[in-house]
């Protein structure tokens, strides 16, 4: 029973242009949501994260998209650049839990040059 | 600053052969400590988790095993390893609280043969 779903295995994306990667979850209890980038042979690197009471939180290149009527979040990496290959994991918690984190399966991106 | 080591790095070790994998944390107190697993091609399983010295979650049922001996350090186990435990094992902490990422460790590569 997965609670995070990353349905895209695999995205590929021009260097320069928008890159989009989505993430759906089945527990409306989760109030803190985070998306890792991870390297081969390597631990994933923490990104950005955002609480459910906003919508949305940028960080330079990086946008996280809350909807939670549709338990929904995407990233936006804008421009996506080569070094952005990677793949992404979104994760969230849930208040009485917050110790646990539920990862989706990760979603491969790749930016050609 | 804080760090998080793992070793060892890689290990290949034969079917049936007992497993210990390291994790230890420096530059903090008291983390929540975690061991995932990553096996080809899938998502990150979180395997156990600890809040404090002694005191272990299992999420899921295998012939692995963890304990905290001392407040950084977490320790993986298993006393007879099988084909199925090869992956990328991964260990993380987490500051107390909620709201607050987990800090990846390298990881290490079992292959089991």
């Known amino acids: 029973d997965q609670q995070v779903k990353q349905n895209s295995p695999s995205l590929s994306v021009q260097e320069g242009r928008i890159s989009i990667l989505n993430c759906d979850y089945t527990?409306?209890?989760?109030?803190?949501f985070l998306w890792y980038k991870k390297y081969p042979a390597e631990g994933p690197t923490f990104l950005i994260s955002?609480?459910?009471?906003?919508d949305k939180n940028e960080d330079g290149r990086f946008t996280v998209f809350l909807n939670k009527s549709a338990k929904h979040l995407s990233l936006h990496i804008v421009p996506s650049q080569p070094g952005d290959s990677a793949v992404y994991f979104c994760?969230?918690?849930?208040?009485?839990?917050?110790?646990?984190?539920?990862f989706g399966s990760g979603t491969k991106l790749n930016v050609k040059p | 600053s804080q760090t998080i080591h793992q070793w060892p790095a890689t290990l290949v070790q034969p079917v049936g052969s007992p497993l210990s994998l390291e994790c230890t944390v420096e530059?903090?107190?008291?983390?929540?400590l975690y061991w995932y697993r990553q096996a080809a091609g899938r998502g990150l399983q979180l395997l156990f988790y600890?809040?404090?010295?002694?005191?272990i979650s299992s999420e899921v049922p295998q012939n692995l095993s963890a304990s905290r001996p001392q407040d950084r350090q977490f320790i993986l186990s298993s006393k007879k390893l099988l084909l199925s435990d090869s992956g990328f094992y991964l260990c993380?902490?987490?500051?107390?609280?909620?709201?607050?990422?987990?800090?990846f460790g390298p990881g290490t590569r079992l292959t089991v043969l």
């Open positions: 993380a902490w987490r500051p107390q609280g909620p709201h607050n990422e987990q800090f």
């Open positions: 527990n409306s209890m989760f109030d803190y």
């Open positions: 955002i609480s459910s009471i906003k």
């Open positions: 994760a969230a918690s849930a208040p009485r839990a917050f110790n646990k984190f539920y």
């Open positions: 530059g903090t107190s008291n983390p929540n």
């Open positions: 600890s809040v404090g010295i002694g005191q």
